[in-house]
């Protein structure tokens, strides 16, 4: 019955605040980085791959 009215428990990566918030924050830390000139750590690279800009 809750699912009914509150929808699943799970949103794709693509509906989600909390993780289109780790990506803006991936592709400004990115771009800090090519700024630099240096090269950024895999979990940011992995994480400003994820999602597509809007």
């Known amino acids: ?3 009914m009215i ?3 428990a799970e ?3 693509h ?3 909390r993780e289109r918030h780790k990506w803006e ?3 400004r830390v ?4 090519q700024a630099a000139g ?3 750590d895999e979990q940011t690279v992995q994480t400003a791959a ?3 800009p809007r």
Do not use: Q
Not at 30 to 33: C, E, G, M, P
């Open 25 to 27: 924050r991936a592709m």
């Open 30 to 33: 990115l771009r800090a980085h």
């Open 6 to 8: 509150f929808g699943p």
């Open 1 to 3: 019955m809750a699912l």
């Open 38 to 40: 240096t090269e950024p």
């Open 50 to 52: 994820r999602m597509e």
């Open 11 to 13: 949103r794709s990566i």
């Open 15 to 17: 509906s989600s605040p």
